[in-house]
T-cell receptor
Framework: DTGVSQNPRHKITKRGQNVTFRCDPI?????LYWYRQTLGQGPEFLTY????????KSRLLSDRFSAERPKGSFSTLEIQRTEQGDSAMYLC?????????????????FGPGTRLTVL | AQSVTQPDIHITVSEGASLELRCNYS??????LFWYVQSPGQGLQLLLK??????LVQGIKGFEAEFKRSQSSFNLRKPSVHWSDAAEYFC??????????????FGKGTHLIIQP
């Protein structure tokens, strides 16, 4: 399968614990995005990387959240001291961006998501 | 900041009937517009996108959408729905900040129910 993969698919944790999610993008894609989706809402942008550089962070990304993409391939999203409000589906997407801006190659391909439940 | 409004939370359509899902956006310039579909347990799948040019765009699965600048709308249409079209549909807007695409802003979605 050459799509975006995310692990784990489901995570149940207790309030106050730390959790880490992994995203493996499509192999040749240089951009990687993280979104959060709560019940009944559309996805909300959290952050994105171009190669290993984190270029933008939403104000939704509190200090308890940290994302990395150390080698420009897979990415991890860590949530420290989880709260019940962190319960959501965390989506990862990747794209290939040609220099110069938007192109048909900049379609974002989404993974199946990691569903987090904080008890 | 840009925003997207999908005024219909739920829509019920009979199988074989036509469909139109509404999307309005707010942005100071011409945005880049997308429609995604999300089925239970599946990732978001791109149906179609508008960057520039012809305001009527064709997508996959028989869907089309029309960009109307005067109405700030990008409504999704399908002439005849199938039971397999039952899903959640999201309209999204993206902007080009000059260095390429940033994150997308999504609407809250429209849940499509197909009646037999």
């Amino acid at each position: 399968d050459t799509g975006v993969s995310q692990n784990p698919r489901h995570k149940i944790t207790k309030r106050g614990q730390n959790v880490t999610f992994r995203c493996d993008p499509i192999s040749e894609h240089n951009r990687l995005y993280w979104y959060r989706q709560t019940l009944g809402q559309g996805p909300e942008f959290l952050t994105y990387f171009q190669n290993e550089a984190q270029l933008e962070k939403s104000r939704l990304l509190s200090d308890r959240f940290s994302a990395e993409r150390p080698k420009g391939s897979f990415s991890t999203l860590e949530i420290q001291r989880t709260e019940q409000g962190d319960s959501a589906m965390y989506l990862c997407a990747s794209s290939f961006l040609l220099a110069g801006g938007w192109s048909s190659y900049n379609e974002q391909f989404f993974g199946p998501g990691t569903r987090l439940t904080v008890l | 900041a840009q925003s997207v409004t999908q005024p219909d939370i739920h829509i019920t359509v009979s199988e074989g009937a036509s469909l139109e899902l509404r999307c309005n956006y707010s942005y100071g310039a011409t945005p880049y517009l997308f429609w995604y579909v999300q089925s239970p347990g599946q990732g978001l799948q791109l149906l179609l996108k508008y960057f520039s040019g012809d305001t009527l765009v064709q997508g996959i699965k028989g869907f089309e959408a029309e960009f109307k600048r005067s109405q700030s709308s990008f409504n999704l249409r399908k002439p005849s729905v199938h039971w397999s079209d039952a899903a959640e549909y999201f309209c999204a807007v993206g902007i080009n900040s000059g260095g390429g695409a940033d994150g997308l802003t999504f609407g809250k979605g429209t849940h499509l129910i197909i009646q037999p």
